[in-house]
């Protein structure tokens, strides 16, 4: 892991980003916002998963004047999603909004420039957000013709797109800093996972603003969960983001869940229990897919760094099982215990789950 990337302090109500702040997790609704009790319990649910700041898209106004009522009803710093038109902006700020996302591909100078000096005025920071579907035409026109121009400056499409996407972004903050606004956060989205890696490598030497991760449009559950880890774990891994946000055509609450597995796949998160399985093959003389699937769940809620070990022969199990705060080393009836590293007893097969758990809890208890 390479040491973190430095950059300024934002903070989005009372949610601190930057400055080397631990990396904030994001969700983001799917209900109608207009949609008031659907969104506050979306919201609620989004929460109780751990999202610490909350996106919701406002397509109109109407949308945008129902957000002081769900402002109300939930204390999670919420962000409006605006695209197009700036009066959307201007409206949810007067009811509150913490933090307000632009599209420069999509929202003329004129329009940023009035949501920027509203903001100044509020104390409400921007995300300039740069999507690779929705930048300007002029700037791949203009990398375009420059890639035709000169055969020895000659790049690929995803160098000329992460170009791109980095020139609106440095555009856009230009542009509010003549105007004294730096209250400003910056993402720069791209469907491809290498072209999303190459634009943030780029910019973050070039700014001093926080960084919001994520890879957009992923498509579904089974691919996005690939994409996601890669792109925003491997820029994580190079000290590279502030904020993250993970993509999926699916329940935004499994979001927040792969968000934190990601984030403790890479000891940035501390807070739950990690488990560690082995895949099985033919030595496994004992159900331990069943095992695991039921002790995941038992675990879901706990709040303790924990590492347990399910392993299912003697190869790697012991070592494994030893290494683990708790762990079972299974044998042909049942498994070996080991706690802290030690030996505490044999268990049977069916009674695996049930005694780590119990572990769990005890060391759980212990710990508060």
Same mark, same amino acid.
């Given at each position: 892991m390479e040491r973190r990337r430095i950059s300024q302090e934002v903070k989005v109500g009372k949610v601190k980003i930057g400055a080397g702040a631990p990396i904030v997790v994001q969700g983001m609704t799917k209900t109608n916002t207009e949609d008031i009790l659907a969104t506050v319990g979306q919201i609620r649910e989004l929460t109780q998963a751990g999202a610490q700041i909350v996106r919701i898209a406002l397509p109109t106004i109407k949308a945008a004047k129902v957000l002081y009522r769900i402002k109300q009803e939930v204390e999670v710093p919420l962000v409006a999603d605006i695209h197009f038109n700036y009066r959307i902006a201007l409206a949810a700020m007067e009811q509150g909004v913490d933090k307000v996302r632009i599209n420069p591909g999509n929202m003329g100078e004129r329009g940023i420039l009035s949501v920027a000096n509203r903001a100044k005025d509020k104390g409400i920071p921007l995300r300039i957000g740069v999507n690779s579907g929705s930048l300007e035409k002029s700037l791949l026109d203009n990398n375009l013709a420059e890639r035709r121009v000169s055969r020895i400056k000659a790049q690929s499409h995803r160098q000329i797109m992460a170009d791109a996407m980095v020139e609106s972004a440095l555009r856009t903050t230009a542009l509010l800093e003549e105007e004294g606004f730096r209250d400003i956060v910056i993402s720069l989205k791209a469907a491809d996972v290498l072209t999303t890696i190459l634009a943030y490598q780029i910019i973050?030497?070039?700014?001093? *603003? #926080?960084?919001? +991760?994520?890879?957009?449009?992923?498509?579904?559950c089974s691919q996005s969960i690939i994409k996601s880890s890669i792109g925003i774990g491997a820029l994580l891994a190079q000290g590279i983001g502030d904020?993250?946000?993970?993509? +999926? &055509?699916?329940? #935004?609450?499994?979001?927040?869940?792969?968000? *934190?597995?990601?984030?403790?796949?890479?000891?940035?998160?501390?807070?739950?229990?990690?488990?560690?399985?082995? #895949? &099985?093959?033919g030595r496994c003389k004992v159900d331990l897919e069943s095992i695991v699937h039921e002790v995941q769940l038992g675990i879901e809620k706990a709040k303790i760094p924990l590492i347990i070990a399910i392993m299912g022969c003697e190869v790697n199990? #012991?070592?494994?099982?030893?290494?683990?705060?708790?762990?079972?080393?299974?044998?042909?009836?049942?498994?070996?215990?080991?706690?802290?590293?030690k030996i505490v007893g044999k268990v049977e097969e069916r009674d695996i789950a049930k005694v780590l758990l119990e572990e769990v809890e005890k060391l759980s208890t212990n710990s508060g």
């Open positions: 973050s030497d070039k700014t001093p *603003y #926080p960084l919001h +991760l994520g890879v957009t449009a992923t498509g579904p904020t993250i946000r993970v993509s +999926l &055509t699916g329940s #935004p609450l499994e979001e927040i869940k792969l968000g *934190y597995e990601i984030l403790q796949s890479l000891d940035l998160f501390k807070e739950k229990p990690i488990l560690i399985s082995c #895949p &099985t093959c199990g #012991p070592g494994e099982a030893k290494q683990a705060d708790i762990g079972v080393a299974c044998t042909r009836k049942g498994g070996v215990l080991f706690k802290k590293g």
